[in-house]
């Protein structure tokens, strides 16, 4: 007659099963989560920098092209310095040179003839504090109708940043720029590609920057009256916006294992206690040692109502250890409840133990590997 299997077989190959079927399931569902998070911060930073594209969440302008009653005035901006740059603040300050280049005689541009507006800085950057804009050089020249303004300025701005692909991430830093009275009717910007530059001299801290900088003139549209009786309700209207970009970006893969190297030390540990003869020692130390992981990445990020990569590693690793865990409370009751252990039971025991390992591994590297292949 053939002999009864032990409960403890069926058992711990059902622990088995559930680790395989659910490690395939979240590492196939976080991974997608990467991807789709990674598309979305590509495409929403792609049409911020695009003339011809909406605003991600903004209101759409009413038109792209240029009226034939418009005039031009090229502009042009020198990025000197970047004196702070707070990612958790959403914030940034620095200082940079503006140059206006125009035709006098189409338009009045510091409004030298209009009594509202004689001796006021004609520009403003949206979203942004002017903290001083000082002229540095002024040029007139009737006879061959040009005329010239440059600035110092420094500026502060807040700047929405996408954090969720940190700890790799990379953001535009972006300078936009307006005439204060004038509308797309009547002035478009026409950016200064050859002289606009960034300073080799702008470091930020934690940062890699590109070497140049990218411009582009988008309208800006503004759907309210403002309460002026002169305007009718719905009133909409578009400004010529010049908007300057500089890509910051971090490392590779050395940020990931930088941040995360003493939540992984945690995790080997881990999966190193079911060899000792106290593991409740080492899994709990690892487990507060996540627990202070997560509370520093905490203070690291502005407030989201989204997960991170960041804090998805560090949840995941969390799990791991939780399940880890649980498996080392209760695959002893279950192998040593008649008192022996046979040879099954220790080849399915080392199997739940070595998946476990693998998918920690696997999830991971597939984690990191499809955040940096699209960022």
């Keep these: 007659m053939k002999e009864k299997r032990p409960s403890s077989h069926y058992i711990l190959f059902g622990i088995l099963s559930c680790i395989i079927i659910g490690g395939i399931c979240t590492t196939f569902n976080l991974t997608a989560k990467v991807k789709s998070m990674a598309e979305v911060v590509n495409a929403n930073m792609k049409n911020t920098m695009d003339s011809k594209a909406p605003d991600p969440g903004k209101t759409k302008s009413e038109k792209y092209d240029i009226g034939p009653n418009t005039k031009k005035v090229k502009i042009g901006a020198y990025l000197e310095r970047i004196e702070d740059l707070d ?61 010239y303004i440059q600035y110092f300025v420094k500026a502060k701005n807040t700047q929405f940043f996408d954090v969720s692909l940190y700890p790799i991430d990379q953001h535009d830093l972006i300078i936009p720029i307006e005439h204060k009275w004038l509308d797309r009717t009547k002035l478009v910007f026409v950016p200064d590609t050859i002289d ?28 309210s009256a403002r309460g002026n009786p002169k305007l009718d309700p719905g009133y909409k209207v578009d400004f010529s916006q010049l908007r300057m970009s500089l890509r910051i970006y971090k490392g590779g893969l050395s940020v990931i294992i930088k941040l995360f190297i003493i939540l992984y030390i945690a995790v080997f540990v881990t999966f190193i206690a079911p060899f000792s003869t106290d593991p409740s020692r080492y899994t709990v130390g690892a487990l507060f040692t996540t627990a202070g992981a997560n509370y520093i990445l905490a203070q690291k990020l502005p407030p989201t109502n989204s997960y991170t990569l960041a804090e998805l590693i560090n949840t995941f690793c969390m799990v791991i250890i939780i399940i880890m865990m649980s498996l080392l409370a209760v695959l002893p009751s279950v192998i040593f409840k008649d008192g022996i252990i046979d040879k099954v039971e220790r080849r399915l025991n080392n199997m739940i133990t070595l998946f476990m390992f693998a998918f920690f591994i696997i999830t991971n590297i597939l984690l990191s590997w499809t955040a940096l292949s699209m960022s």
């Design 87 to 147: 990612i958790k603040q959403s914030s940034w300050t620095y200082e940079f040179y503006l140059w206006f280049s125009w035709k006098p005689s189409e338009i009045d541009l510091m409004g030298k003839n209009d009594n509202l507006h004689k001796e006021e800085i004609p520009f403003s950057i949206i979203n942004g504090d002017i903290i001083k804009a000082n002229k540095i050089e002024e040029v007139y020249d009737a006879k061959r109708d040009i005329a």
């Design 196 to 223: 606009s530059k960034v300073s080799s001299r702008v470091n930020i801290n934690g940062y890699e920057k590109e070497s140049s900088v990218k411009l582009i003139e988008k309208p800006h549209a503004y759907k």
